[in-house]
Structure formats: structure tokens, C-alpha cells
């Protein structure tokens, strides 16, 4: 379980999040949702210790987090950044084993991992020799999955992980996504601001706005038992195709 407890956190001298109290259930997909700006990629950087709260604890099994452990709960987490985040100058390969080679992994051991995740991922194994530019948007992001996944982490921390594809592709990435993480077993956390993508990805949505939680739960719980009229007007926003 990851605990955000009493958590205060701002910018310049703005708060953003004040009291704030989230639980985030292991072996659960939970998905923050909401507006830009709402602090969705803010619950992720502190997650990852890139930011620290001003004031209250984020916890990792019920320990919270800090420079000591701080190495530790990166190797155990993998993120997927907007974009993926590739390094240009590294091959396919190269992106996804650079922290396994830190580790000194074994080189056998790093290319049984790398032949795993490209199946588990679809990405044919001979693109791993191509560099970023070489790969489609699809592609990029399916190599970057594979990072995120190379430690076996588990925690996975996915930021807008679709919002720069096409709508074909990103469609057809939230299936593969879907049954890969019902096959991993692992807690999921994913920041979107696309309804329709949290609903189907995600088992625990939570709702954010300025900092502040305005309802969480299934996405039958929003639809059927809307918090307030802000909730309403979230679950409308999302438009139907034209009949």
C-alpha cells in the first residue's frame, strides 16, 4: 500500500495540496483523475521523491519514505513518463537494461529480461536494436513500458502514458495495457486526465481537483452516485460520438 497522510505541498509560496490523505491499495489499479493542473503528476513526483512534502508523510508499506530509503523504493518502481522518456543516444535495448547494467545484472540475465518484456509487451524483438527515432510513437512507448517493467518493480507509476498517440494506437495500447496488468499482479498508479481510459484501466478512481480529493471510487459509483455537481459535470464532459 502506498499512504499519503496529512500531506501539504505548494509551489512559490501556493499551496496545492493541503491535509492531504490518499490510500492506494496493493496489487490494485488506481487512476488519478482530473483537470491540468489538478496535481495528478504531483501525487507521482512525490511518489518517486523528486519533490518532498512541505509537511506530513508518503508511505510505502506502511513506512514513509525517505533519503535513506529513497534508492530502494526507485528500484522497486517503475514509471512511465509522458512521452516515455526515451534517451535519445541509447538503442531500444540500451534504454530499457541501463538501470539493470547499473545493477550489474548479468548480461545472460539481461537478455532472458529483455526477450520477456518484449513479448509481454508485443514489440518484436528485432526493433530492440533500433534507435528512438527509428520506432513509431506505438513503439516508443511500448519500449519504455519495458523499462519501466525491467526491475520487475512493484509499484508501477504511469503519467499520461497515451497522450501524444494517435487514437488508434492508443486504443489499441489501453488493450494491451489492460491484460498485461491483470496478468502482473502488481499496484498500479495511473495520472490521466481521459475518463474513458481510467474507466477502463483502472479498478479505483479518484478525482482530483486544486489539491483536493472530490470523490473516489468505481467508475459505476460515479456514474450511478455522483459527489457533487463538479463530478457531474467531470462525467459529462467526456462526449459521445455523434449518432
Same mark, same amino acid.
Given at each position: 500500500?502506498?499512504?499519503?497522510?496529512?500531506? $501539504?505541498?505548494?509551489?512559490?509560496?501556493?499551496?496545492?495540496?493541503?491535509?492531504?490523505?490518499?490510500?492506494?491499495?496493493?496489487?490494485?489499479? &488506481?487512476?488519478?483523475?482530473?483537470?491540468?493542473?489538478?496535481? *495528478?503528476?504531483?501525487?507521482?513526483?512525490?511518489?518517486?521523491?523528486?519533490?518532498?512534502?512541505?509537511?506530513?508523510?508518503?508511505?510505502?508499506? *506502511? &513506512?514513509?519514505?525517505?533519503?535513506?530509503?529513497?534508492?530502494?523504493?526507485?528500484?522497486?518502481?517503475?514509471?512511465?513518463?509522458?512521452?516515455?522518456?526515451?534517451?535519445?543516444?541509447?538503442?531500444?535495448?540500451?534504454?530499457?537494461?541501463?538501470?539493470?547494467?547499473?545493477?550489474?545484472?548479468?548480461?545472460? *540475465?539481461?537478455?532472458?529480461?529483455?526477450?520477456?518484456?518484449?513479448?509481454?509487451?508485443?514489440?518484436?524483438?528485432?526493433?530492440?536494436?533500433?534507435?528512438?527515432?527509428?520506432?513509431?510513437?506505438?513503439?516508443?512507448?511500448?519500449?519504455?513500458?519495458?523499462?519501466?517493467?525491467?526491475?520487475?518493480? $512493484?509499484?508501477?507509476?504511469?503519467?499520461?502514458?497515451?497522450?501524444?498517440? $494517435?487514437?488508434?494506437?492508443?486504443?489499441?495500447?489501453? +488493450?494491451?495495457? *489492460?491484460?498485461?496488468?491483470?496478468?502482473?499482479?502488481?499496484?498500479?498508479?495511473?495520472? &490521466?486526465? +481521459?475518463?474513458?481510459?481510467?474507466?477502463?484501466?483502472? $479498478?479505483?478512481?479518484?478525482?482530483?481537483?486544486?489539491?483536493?480529493?472530490?470523490?473516489?471510487?468505481?467508475?459505476?459509483?460515479?456514474?450511478?452516485?455522483?459527489?457533487?455537481?463538479?463530478?457531474?459535470?467531470?462525467?459529462?464532459? &467526456?462526449?459521445?460520438?455523434?449518432?
Amino acid at each position: 500500500m502506498i499512504q499519503f497522510r496529512s500531506v $501539504d505541498f505548494g509551489f512559490a509560496g501556493q499551496p496545492l495540496l493541503t491535509d492531504f490523505n490518499l490510500d492506494i491499495v496493493a496489487g490494485r489499479t &488506481t487512476a488519478l483523475i482530473g483537470s491540468s493542473g489538478s496535481g *495528478k503528476s504531483t501525487l507521482l513526483r512525490l511518489m518517486l521523491g523528486l519533490i518532498w512534502p512541505d509537511a506530513g508523510e508518503i508511505c510505502f508499506e *506502511k &513506512t514513509p519514505l525517505s533519503a535513506d530509503r529513497l534508492v530502494d523504493i526507485r528500484h522497486r518502481t517503475g514509471y512511465l513518463t509522458q512521452g516515455g522518456g526515451l534517451f535519445p543516444h541509447l538503442t531500444a535495448a540500451d534504454n530499457v537494461a541501463l538501470m539493470a547494467r547499473r545493477l550489474d545484472w548479468n548480461p545472460s *540475465k539481461i537478455e532472458a529480461r529483455l526477450a520477456t518484456l518484449a513479448q509481454m509487451t508485443q514489440l518484436e524483438p528485432a526493433l530492440l536494436t533500433r534507435m528512438p527515432s527509428q520506432l513509431s510513437g506505438g513503439q516508443r512507448q511500448r519500449v519504455a513500458l519495458m523499462r519501466a517493467l525491467m526491475l520487475d518493480p $512493484d509499484w508501477l507509476l504511469l503519467d499520461e502514458p497515451f497522450s501524444a498517440l $494517435d487514437p488508434l494506437i492508443r486504443h489499441q495500447l489501453q +488493450d494491451e495495457l *489492460k491484460t498485461l496488468i491483470g496478468s502482473l499482479n502488481k499496484t498500479v498508479v495511473l495520472v &490521466t486526465h +481521459d475518463l474513458a481510459e481510467a474507466a477502463w484501466l483502472a $479498478d479505483h478512481l479518484v478525482l482530483i481537483s486544486q489539491g483536493e480529493i472530490i470523490q473516489q471510487g468505481t467508475f459505476a459509483e460515479f456514474r450511478q452516485q455522483p459527489a457533487s455537481p463538479f463530478v457531474e459535470q467531470f462525467l459529462a464532459a &467526456t462526449r459521445a460520438l455523434p449518432g
